[in-house]
Each structure stands twice: as C-alpha cells, then as structure tokens.
T-cell receptor, first 113, second 117 residues
Framework: GENVEQHPSTLSVQEGDSAVIKCTYSDSASNYFPWYKQELGKGPQLIIDIRSNVGEKKDQRIAVTLNKTAKHFSLHITETQPEDSAVYFCAAKGRQGAQKLVFGQGTRLTINP | GAGVSQSPSNKVTEKGKDVELRCDPISGHTALYWYRQSLGQGLEFLIYFQGNSAPDKSGLPSDRFSAERTGGSVSTLTIQRTQQEDSAVYLC???????????????FGAGSRLTVL
C-alpha cells in the first residue's frame, strides 16, 4: 500500500522567512496530494491540494510543488507569520478505488517573532 | 450542522473497559473516515464508510476495534477491553466527492481524546 514520509518533524523559522516541508510517497498511481494544517486542540484543516496533472499550485503565501518522477511533493510558505505556527500534514491518495488518504507523520512549524 | 461533530471531546477510562466514540458528519456527506492520532505521530487510518458500500476496515488494529454507521449518517467507533496503547486522539472526517474525479476533501472534527489508565 501507499507509504508517505514527511520531513522535517520540527521546523523553526523567523517571522518573515520562508518554510519548506517535504514529502515522498511510494505508490506511483497516487493522484491527489493535499496538505492539512492542525492547530492546537482542533482537527486538521485542508489548506491546499494538488492533483497529479499539474506540477505547481499557489494560493497567496502558500504553494505546493509536485515531482511525479521522483514521487515527492513540497509545501512552501513565504513571508511566514506567527499564525502559521501549527502542525502540518501531507497526504497522498492512491489509485482509483482506494479512497483513503495516507498521511505523513506531521511537521511542527514554529514561527519565531 | 456546520461541521463534523465528535463526542465526547475527552474520555478517561480504566484498562479493560469498553468505550464508544461518536461522530456526526456534515449533512449530505456520503463518506466518513476514522483516523487515530497518537502523541507526536501522524494520522493513522482506521476505517472508511462510503454510502451503502461495504466499509474499508483495513486499518483497524485489532478485533477489539469496530465501527458502524447507522442510516448513512452518524458513526460510532467502539473499542472493547481498552488497553493503555489505545490512548490517542480519535479523529472523524467526512467528505463528498470533489469537483474532479478521484478527489475527496476531508473535513475533520476536533477529535475525541481517549486516555486509558
């Protein structure tokens, strides 16, 4: 089955700097790659997603890139702000018919003011 | 309701007791998922329900775990004879089909934190 690896497990950056979180997946048939943000005491919330027919997607300060050949995808947050501090999870959805999302281990991002 | 509702938010139980965790999905969402989040760990898939299809139970860690979804809406996750290693946050999510084929956007509840003493 699908396996998703996420790095780093913790990341600390200065406010205003950029943050990058990377994930790799094992199933070459995976076609959907969302990123979720989990704030303390809350459930994860979708912040951005990308499908396998595109290589990059951007939404304001957040962007995601996908390299299907290498089977990795990354989350980029620019001009970081204190409210970006949270745990971020990447995920992959496998081949058609496999409806479950497989999540990475999570990255705890801390933005230092 | 506006979001996915889970209850109880916190549950402390003694080893060996049974517990039931409840999930109310977003109205109209046909898919419902249970995930487990242990301290410092990622989200571990447990079970998935889609409409009237047979559930995908491939993530249930043992036969002490079971789940049902009544009337295509509310779901209950039951853990029998709880063990200390069952301590975790149990997250429920629901979804409807996305705009593109194969995409499901999950909306999560806040979770039920289970502590087994």
């Amino acid at each position: 089955g699908e396996n998703v690896e996420q790095h780093p497990s913790t990341l600390s950056v200065q406010e205003g700097d950029s943050a990058v979180i990377k994930c790799t997946y094992s199933d070459s048939a995976s076609n959907y790659f969302p990123w979720y943000k989990q704030e303390l005491g809350k459930g994860p919330q979708l912040i951005i997603d990308i499908r396998s027919n595109v290589g990059e997607k951007k939404d304001q300060r957040i962007a995601v890139t996908l390299n299907k050949t290498a089977k990795h995808f990354s989350l980029h947050i620019t001009e970081t702000q204190p409210e970006d501090s949270a745990v971020y999870f990447c995920a992959a959805k496998g081949r058609q018919g496999a409806q479950k999302l497989v999540f990475g281990q999570g990255t705890r991002l801390t933005i230092n003011p | 309701g506006a979001g996915v509702s889970q209850s109880p938010s916190n549950k402390v139980t003694e080893k060996g007791k049974d517990v039931e965790l409840r999930c109310d999905p977003i109205s109209g969402h046909t898919a419902l998922y249970w995930y487990r989040q242990s301290l410092g760990q990622g989200l571990e898939f447990l079970i998935y329900f889609q409409g009237n299809s047979a559930p995908d139970k491939s993530g249930l860690p043992s036969d002490r775990f079971s789940a049902e979804r009544t009337g295509g809406s509310v779901s209950t996750l039951t853990i029998q004879r709880t063990q200390q290693e069952d301590s975790a946050v149990y997250l429920c999510a629901s979804s409807s089909l996305g705009r593109s084929s194969g995409a499901n956007v999950l909306t999560f509840g806040a979770g039920s934190r289970l502590t087994v003493l």
